[in-house]
């Protein structure tokens, strides 16, 4: 279970690998959001997939 620490700021709770295709399309659009809001994909896919899960209360 997270502490709050954790919670409070995900650049300080340990990454873990994961491996998925996306599509093209889908890829291209990150890389453009990424480069123009100056964020790496990491950070953009970690916080996409923890707003998608938060928003489904999982």
């Known amino acids: 279970m997270?502490?709050?620490q954790?919670?409070?700021d995900p650049q300080a709770e340990d990454?873990?690998?994961i491996s998925?295709?996306?599509r093209t399309s889908v890829r291209k659009r990150m890389k453009l959001y990424a480069a123009r809001?100056?964020?790496n994909l990491q950070d953009l896919?970690?916080?996409a997939l923890d707003?998608?899960?938060t928003n489904r209360n999982a």
């Open 37 to 39: 809001h100056d964020v």
């Open 45 to 47: 896919l970690d916080a």
């Open 51 to 53: 707003e998608y899960l």
């Open 20 to 22: 998925g295709r996306v």
């Open 6 to 8: 954790e919670k409070s």
């Open 15 to 17: 990454k873990t690998l």
């Open 2 to 4: 997270p502490d709050e």
